[in-house]
């Protein structure tokens, strides 16, 4: 059973760098084929797909936050971690993890094409 966790602080302040990382057990990071994603939800919103780091380490961003998006891996603590720079209060929202097989992954933006979801973490951007 694969579990993931989201850890990182509630409360962020504008123009300010949100740092969350994931932790992962019962499964490797470098296990083939699959996709490690961050997605959030907006208040009264749908998911929005921010970006996935694969298995190999190649990564690959929703072009509306790439800009101000890095998401990379550390394979010794079998974690990955989310930085999205130059926060305002429209970034306030719920933040998950997720892994995604490659051949269920689309646009990043439904839950269906997870297997496994973190419980997520609210981040609110507020001075």
């Known amino acids: 059973q694969v579990q993931l966790q989201e850890s990182g602080p509630g409360l962020v302040k504008p123009s300010q760098t949100l740092s969350l990382t994931c932790t992962v057990s019962g499964g490797s990071i470098a296990t083939r084929y699959y996709y490690w994603s961050w997605i959030r939800q907006l208040p009264g919103k749908g998911l929005e797909w921010i970006g996935y780091?694969?298995?190999?380490?190649?990564?690959y961003y929703n072009p509306s936050l790439k800009s101000r998006t890095s998401i990379s891996g550390d394979t010794s603590k079998n974690q990955f971690t989310l930085q999205l720079s130059s926060v305002t209060p429209e970034d306030t929202a719920v933040y998950y993890c997720?892994?995604?097989?490659?051949?269920?992954?689309?646009?990043?933006?439904?839950?269906?094409?997870?297997?496994?979801w973190g419980q997520g973490t609210q981040v609110t951007v507020s001075s």
């Open positions: 780091i694969t298995w190999s380490g190649s990564t």
């Open positions: 997720a892994r995604a097989h490659y051949s269920s992954w689309y646009q990043g933006d439904d839950r269906r094409e997870y297997d496994y």
